[in-house]
């Protein structure tokens, strides 16, 4: 399954609202996508799995949803630490791919 | 606390073979599915490869099947990564990544370690 993350750069100011896309090129088993954020230097962290279950410690701003083949992560006040990279996974069915990824950037 | 700490990682020539390891704490090791994860220089990240709690299953991404065998020591707490036949394309950072729930390896990846670098040249 191929994963297309797009934008691929959201510029934005702290405060405001982001939607990021990530679609599938066939329908993700059991809805079994992730989201996880990266930020320079440091390793992913795990932000939604499940299309729409936060994962421990993760605030509400985070939410995610969609099923088959179109997801949605949507982060609502932002928050200076927020700015990073963000990722989408498919775990359905191996080979359990990566999108390539939505660079969140402080506008 | 849950740790997983990978080691190595170097400097290979084209063709050359390296064997990863990551050593894990803190949970009940043997119930957890364990994947690798790559991130070339300045790239995306790259699922590689996944294997059950058991053994039993493993699961790799087309560029590495055939050269690279993921495998576990449920007695020690380590995972492995044997990679062979290497090519400078495989040159990143690999992660090891616990899953987020216990049993199936269709899963989240819980829980990351730091890393370790592999740079394929000549």
């Known amino acids: 399954i191929v994963l297309t993350q797009s934008p691929g750069t959201l510029s934005l100011s702290p405060g405001e609202s982001a939607t990021l896309s990530c679609r599938a090129s066939q329908s993700v088993d059991n809805n079994f996508l992730a989201w996880y954020q990266q930020k320079p230097g440091q390793v992913p962290k795990l932000l939604i799995y499940?299309?729409?279950n936060r994962a421990t410690g993760i605030p509400d701003r985070f939410s995610g949803s969609g099923s088959g083949t179109d997801f949605t992560l949507a982060i609502s006040r932002l928050e200076p630490e927020d700015f990073a990279v963000y990722y989408c996974?498919?775990?359905?069915?191996?080979?359990?791919?990566f999108g390539q990824g939505t660079k969140l950037e402080i506008k | 606390e849950v740790h997983l700490l990978e080691s190595g990682g170097g400097l290979v020539q084209p063709g050359g073979s390296l064997r990863l390891s990551c050593a894990a704490s803190?949970?009940?090791?043997?119930?957890?599915?364990l994947t690798w994860v790559r991130q070339a220089p300045g790239k995306g990240l790259e699922w590689v490869s996944t294997v059950s709690g058991t053994g039993g299953s493993t699961y790799y991404a087309d560029s590495v099947k055939g050269r690279f065998t993921i495998s576990r020591d449920n007695s020690k707490n380590i995972l492995y990564l044997q990679m062979n036949s290497l090519r400078a394309d495989d040159t990143a950072v690999y992660y090891c990544?616990?899953?987020?729930?216990?049993?199936?390896?269709?899963?989240?990846?819980?829980?990351w370690g730091q890393g370790t670098t592999v740079t394929v040249s000549s």
């Open positions: 499940g299309a729409s």
């Open positions: 996974q498919q775990y359905g069915s191996s080979p359990y791919t």
């Open positions: 990544a616990r899953a987020f729930w216990t049993g199936s390896p269709r899963n989240a990846l819980g829980v």
């Open positions: 803190g949970f009940n090791f043997s119930n957890f599915a």
